[in-house]
């Protein structure tokens, strides 16, 4: 299987940093990439996917890039909505594996 | 507006058995590949189980297989997992996914349904 690894595991910031999270694939996954933002009771929401491509109705502070096996999620400008725990999950083979998440704080 | 909504969470004891249901709306169920993924309690997300629009290809994490068992019914836009052998590291909040057409992953998810187990 596939092995996702995020790093940090926690993130401390203030409102209006410039946040980003790392994710590196065991292999290449080519661009086979997803970010998910998760709130405390909540299901996962779809932020990114194919690497880079933002999600309807995302805000356009979210970004994704990278391929192979390193990729980055970037917030560019963090607001207190924010605030919440990211996961990254390939989807090149059909068994899907997740990140173990970045909580981001205050 | 796509809806999954989950049920059939519960308490069950070590070895028992649980199904779970995913009642989908809002879309043409049998389009889409669904899946179910699991949160433990404080932990992350792990996939379980996937299945195609056509129900043809099945598809578990090596945790679960041979003890779980994946199925829908198109005409009645479910799906289920069935939950056989039970054991106490299965409790978690399990999701019903969307697999979308233009992401080719999850794009909508359940509230999610939770199951413990636990004498």
């Known amino acids: 299987d596939i092995q996702m690894t995020q790093s940090p595991s926690t993130l401390s910031a203030s409102v209006g940093d410039r946040v980003t999270i790392t994710c590196r694939a065991s292999?290449?996954?080519?661009?086979?990439l997803a970010w998910y933002q998760q709130k405390p009771g909540k299901a996962p929401n779809l932020l990114i996917y194919?690497?880079?491509t933002l999600e309807s109705g995302v805000p356009s502070r979210f970004s994704g890039s990278g391929s192979g096996t390193e990729f980055t999620l970037t917030i560019s400008s963090l607001q207190p909505d924010d605030f919440a725990t990211y996961y990254c999950?390939?989807?090149?083979?059909?068994?899907?594996?997740f990140g173990g998440g970045t909580k981001v704080e205050i | 507006e796509v809806q999954l909504l989950e049920s059939g969470g519960g308490l069950v004891q070590p070895g028992g058995s649980l199904r779970l249901s995913c009642a989908a709306s809002?879309?043409?169920?049998?389009?889409?590949?669904m899946s179910w993924v699991r949160q433990a309690p404080g932990k992350g997300l792990e996939w379980v189980s996937a299945?195609?629009?056509?129900?043809?290809?099945?598809y578990y994490a090596d945790s679960v297989k041979g003890r779980f068992t994946i199925s829908r019914d198109n005409s009645k836009n479910m799906l289920y997992l069935q939950m056989n052998s039970l054991r106490a590291e299965d409790t978690a909040v399990y999701y019903c996914?969307?697999?979308?057409?233009?992401?080719?992953?999850?794009?909508?998810w359940g509230q999610g349904t939770l199951v413990t187990v636990s004498s």
């Open positions: 292999q290449s996954i080519s661009s086979w």
């Open positions: 194919k690497a880079s």
């Open positions: 999950q390939q989807y090149n083979s059909y068994s899907l594996t």
């Open positions: 809002g879309l043409i169920f049998n389009n889409f590949a």
């Open positions: 996914v969307r697999k979308g057409i233009t992401t080719a992953t999850g794009d909508y």
């Open positions: 299945i195609s629009g056509s129900a043809g290809s099945t």
